[in-house]
């Protein structure tokens, strides 16, 4: 292992070779050295890393095989094949090597597959239906998982004490409840892989995500806490260690989101300094969410929740601090590091199920545990949505209640707690793992392939796949506001009122402290929209058979980008790009205020690009003519100055032609006033 240790870390091999010459007499011969090979095998040289590489090319191949049939891939969820292919590859190592080999490793499953998975799905989940259905998910996170755990557990013990479970499962109620806290909680990563597939509402998938997310510190403590009483002793156990136990709840849970916003602090303001050096922000991304997640866990604190929460903190800070080429570069590297290790931790866990040496089979547990888990889970949900149903301004109905029962799944969060296990301490281990196979297989095989067919039965609203338009946004922001007033009205300080207050804080402290300059402005979101407004207009022209210019070498010289206009000055852009536009920015030089120059820009701006109509439509009619609708004949009107405004501000800027203004349109002869 030291020989395979050294060469990757870039350290000689003298000292271990040294060792292993054997001691020479002196005076006696010395051994001519070997002739020059010109062939040498090295395997071990190379073995972990090449069967590291390996195994993730099996899996992307997989993945490839997998989608080359649609019908597979819209019947069977991906996880599901992916196990499957994980126990015919088990099988065919446990033939041919006669032992079970390459076992999904706790070390290697919280080290280095979960923290992708858990910083794709913090950085881009959507902040703002996360924090609007805060409550739900913290209810339904912390009460509902120890719930789960408690009643599991003692529903267990029970049935052993009826005599249900047979007399070699050894085991009291402190190992009952010990194993109810791993098999109770909701895992992540296969709540992610099957219900993206089965595209839901988006408020029924953030509540069960991001339950499956923020139940970590719960399942943390309870596994820590029964563990630790466990290997005390049921007798030695004091009134004290249960006080630490619930102080230890809010340590982990606050203390591992602490370390995720200071993380994501330090990592929003690290990136207002790489103006001058973007080829490091990808990499300050994910070294300081890392640094983030080993933090916490080196503390004894919520991996999962910190790292959750330096994405979800950081994001809108460090999208308008790094460059466009850095956030397409993060977003695909975040988005390929996930999806291979959620690959190859779905392939392992089928791979460990064929290893017979670390599991031992009992019915009457197996039965037991997968009637309890699926009853308790059913019951718990139905009882807290009760409770939040008499606060929230829309309910959850009975269909959303099925479908958050029935996607409780497990995953491989329960089998590496399991696996890590003491067998001295805890004697009926090889039962427990085996019980958490067989959950883990049903949760994430058997009601993975159902639940698509039940979503449809029910009718459960689907998620829209359309961005909101300007419109939408707007009434949106609207209604916030008018909210956040009537709260502040009448004196009621609801979540209206903080959120705009929070909104207001952002605005005036954390966005200047933790943004360039550049990044933020005033009126940054009318300056983007219309920007994109314009790109897409002149994009559509080209496609719909324009050939005077392409996509690619599209430039638009009347319209500077945000970032130029706080660093050289709107006039000397026009007169560099040759703009034929005369729109009379001169007076923008005279400005001092930045705030005045600013509001000078967006009015010369809006001024050369809204809609302004230059005659008036008299009403009339014709058997034989239809008039094009209003709407649709101001929207043409629009995009024929604009594409005409590029074309000139093009044509100019190649030829060094100025063009004049066009003669007015004529009027349509079909058309008949009406006296």
Known sequence: MLRVALPLLGLPLTGTAATEEPNQEPGSPREPPPGLALFRWQWHEVEAPYLVALWILVASLAKIVFHLSRKVTSLVPESCLLILLGLVLGGIVLAVAKKAE????????????????VLDSGYFMPSRLFFDNLGAILTYAVV?????????????????????VAPRVQAGLLDFLLFGSLISAVDPVAVLAVFEEVHVNETLFIIVFGESLLNDAVTVVLYKVCNSFVEMGSANVQATDYLKGVASLFVVSLGGAAVGLVFAFLLALTTRFTKR????????VFLLAYAAYLTAE???????????????????????????????????????????????????????AVDSSKWAWDSGLVLGTLFFIL??????????????????????????????SYGGLRGAVAFALVILLDRTKVPAKDYFVATTIVVVFFTV??????????????????????????NEELHEHTFDHILAAVEDVVGHHGYHYWRDRWEQFDKKYLSQLLMRRSAYRIRDQIWDVYYRLNIRDAISFVDQGGHVLSSAGLTLPSMPSRNSVAETSVTNLLRESGSGACLDLQVIDTVRSGRDREDAVMHHLLCGGLYKPRRR????????????????RQDKEVFQQNMKRRLESFKSTKHNICFTKSKPRPRKAGCKKLL
């Open 277 to 284: 050096v973007r080829i490091i922000e990808p990499l300050l």
């Open 445 to 470: 095989i058997v009601q993975g392939l159902t639940i698509k067919p039940l979503v449809k039965w029910l009718k459960v609203k689907r998620r829209e796949h359309h961005k909101p338009t300007l």
């Open 375 to 404: 009853f308790f889970r059913a019951l718990g949900v139905v009882l807290q949505t009760w409770v939040l149903n008499q606060f929230r301004l829309a309910p959850l109905d009975k269909i959303d209640q099925v479908v958050m």
């Open 102 to 117: 390459y076992q999904l490793e706790p070390g290697t499953f919280f080290l280095f597959l979960l923290p992708p998975i």
């Open 144 to 164: 509902g998982t120890l719930w789960n755990a408690f009643t599991t557990g003692a529903a267990l013990w029970g049935l052993q004490q009826a005599g249900l």
């Open 617 to 632: 439509y008299k009403a009339s009619c014709s058997r034989h003519f239809i008039l094009e609708d209003a709407q649709e």
């Open 298 to 352: 080196m503390a004894s604190l919520s991996a999962i929740l910190a790292v959750t929460m330096c994405g979800l903190g950081c994001k809108k800070y460090v999208e308008a601090n790094i460059s466009h080429k850095s956030r397409t570069a993060v977003k695909y590297t975040m988005k390929t590091l996930a999806s291979c290790a959620e690959t190859v931790i779905f392939m392992l866990l089928g791979i460990s």
